[in-house]
């Protein structure tokens, strides 16, 4: 995860990287793009927005709203250098599913 600014309004963003051409068979490739389609229709003001993605070299380039790590930290988020916020797309992910499953 990387911090950047959209060229577009100067914006600061969250923007992660992911190589799935190089490392993903086609069946992965396309489950990432369905949690993508997920993450993008997810809309609560405790869930960091999704705002873009767009494919660079052979890299699937994902744009978030920006957020402290102070402020992510108090929810429970770890980070690492190759693959922050991990956890908590998960949770989020596997969050939205169980309320989908409901119908609430």
């Known amino acids: ?12 963003v969250a923007l992660k990287q992911i ?6 068979d086609e069946n992965s490739r396309e489950k ?4 993508i389609k997920l993450v ?3 809309d609560h003001p ?11 070299n ?9 957020a402290e790590v ?4 108090l929810l429970g988020c770890t980070f690492h250098a190759h693959n922050a916020l991990t956890p908590c ?4 992910l596997r969050v939205v599913r169980v309320v989908r499953r409901r119908g609430t």
């Open 89 to 92: 797309l998960r949770l989020c």
């Open 19 to 24: 190589r799935i051409f190089d490392i993903m």
């Open 40 to 42: 993008q229709s997810l």
């Open 32 to 35: 990432c793009l369905k949690e």
């Open 58 to 66: 052979n890299q699937l380039h994902l744009v978030f709203e920006y």
């Open 1 to 12: 995860m990387f911090r950047a600014r959209r060229n577009s309004d100067g914006m600061v």
């Open 46 to 56: 405790n869930i960091i927005k999704y705002l873009d993605s767009f494919i660079e």
């Open 70 to 73: 102070r402020a992510l930290s």
